[in-house]
């Protein structure tokens, strides 16, 4: 009797480890092919955003714990470290009208299309939690109600950080630029040759792609935004190339870049519009 | 009985949820261990009628929504696992903690080995020494663990 009850128990088990492995494999085949997680966590967001701020919490107390714990000197001293940066940027940023029109003035001469620069920027503070080690995705703060669309450019100060993979109603997903499957178009800044950038989900590198055995490239060299891509816009760094490995037995160029961006210690980023 | 075999073990699950998604530095990042996995296998070590196949498919598809994966890729390592602690469990619970954590390499073995098999079918890049280091540390935090999970269950599942 309890041998039979076990048998049938056994044979139970079983057909459930089949259901759920088939279930799920059909999940994961349909999720990469339509990507309609993003779906599911649209109708969740009201759930998993708590869930994020939860984890994010004790992260976010040590911070204002130790902001409230600093002594007034080091206050002071930072402030006027901040005020010497501001006195300095502000003096390089009074070149910029002029440099622009400059550079309205040259490119009617070339006959080339003005694009104008966006002009909008905002701040979207980070939810900093620990997501899957294999994908480069940060999460932010800001959501549907401050017209986010897909797509848009995320910067930090020094460089490109990524663009907004998906939004919901109180959090959104920016993909860095370091992920594997993210590439976009740069522009060697000293020959003005076009590079394909694709991370490697490494956030200390970028590899670039397809680039031929005699191409012009140096160690050293910049990277910049194209704005090619429809994407992002142009002029924005990217990063400086670090590694180049000659190997006449390949068909290209082995060419790694190092992001200027701090990919994994922001705590606040930008917007573009 | 079962009601609260239920409850508390969905809470400590949440509660390793959460955990599993404190921010860490960079550096140790690629080497967390599965935290909810070694939860879900505690408890379906001691309750292997209760906890077993369902917990795992929900609780995994639950991490792929949090963690942006595909969905059920946590699922099936974690229904797969589970089943393999659903037929092993009257031997693993006879060892010794000390004895247990070498079982638990055999039982955690096929679910690093799936990992980066279906890392490698859905092209996700990955490094084999970080899941290697990874599994390592999970089963250095298996006697912690257990002894947690054990005082908790003796203390409010009677």
Known sequence: ?????????????????????????????????????????????HVIQPIYSLAALPLGT?????????????????????????????????????????????KKL???????????????????????????????????????FIGQTVIDSVGILGQVSEINNDFSVVTLITDPDHALLGIN??????IIISGIGDNRKLI?????????????????????????????????????????????????????????????????? | MVSKVHFVSILTLLISI??????????????????????LIYWSLAFPKIINLT?????????DVLLLMPLGYNAFLYTITIYLIIKLYPQIRLHSV???????????????IMSTFTNNMLNISYDILEVLISMIISILIWPLLFSVLRFIRLKYIA
């Open chain 1, 62 to 106: 040590y911070n204002s714990i130790s902001t409230y714990l600093t002594s007034r000197n080091n206050l002071i001293l930072k402030k006027k470290e901040l005020e010497k940066k501001v006195l300095i940027q502000s003096g390089i940023i009074q070149k910029i009208p002029s440099l622009q029109e400059e550079n309205k003035r040259l």
């Open chain 2, 98 to 112: 000390r004895n247990q954590i070498f079982s638990l390499l055999i039982i955690l073995f096929p679910y690093f």
């Open chain 2, 55 to 63: 917990y795992a498919f929900v609780f995994g598809i639950i991490m």
């Open chain 1, 208 to 273: 670039a792609k397809y680039i031929p055995l005699n191409e012009d490239i140096q160690e050293g060299d910049i990277i910049i935004t194209s704005g090619l891509d429809n994407v992002f816009p142009e002029g924005y760094l990217i990063g400086q190339v670090s590694i180049i490995n000659r190997k006449e037995s390949n068909d290209f160029l082995n060419v790694f870049v190092t992001p200027s961006s701090s990919l994994s210690s922001n705590r606040e980023v930008m917007l573009l519009w």
């Open chain 1, 189 to 194: 800044a000293r020959t003005n040759k076009r």
């Open chain 1, 110 to 148: 070339l006959y080339s299309a003005n694009n104008s620069s966006s002009s909008k920027i905002q701040m979207a503070e980070l939810i900093r939690v620990n997501l899957n080690p294999f994908h480069n995705k940060i999460i932010i703060n800001e959501g549907r109600n401050k017209n986010l």
């Open chain 2, 18 to 39: 959460i955990i599993n998604l404190f921010p860490l530095p960079e550096l140790v990042t690629p080497y967390k261990p599965p935290l909810l996995m070694l939860v």
């Open chain 1, 1 to 45: 009797m309890s041998s039979e009850l076990h048998f049938r128990n056994e044979r139970f088990i079983i057909t459930k480890l089949l259901f759920f492995s088939f279930l799920s494999i059909f999940f994961l085949f349909a999720d990469i092919n339509l990507k309609y997680s993003n779906e599911v966590r649209k109708k969740f967001s």
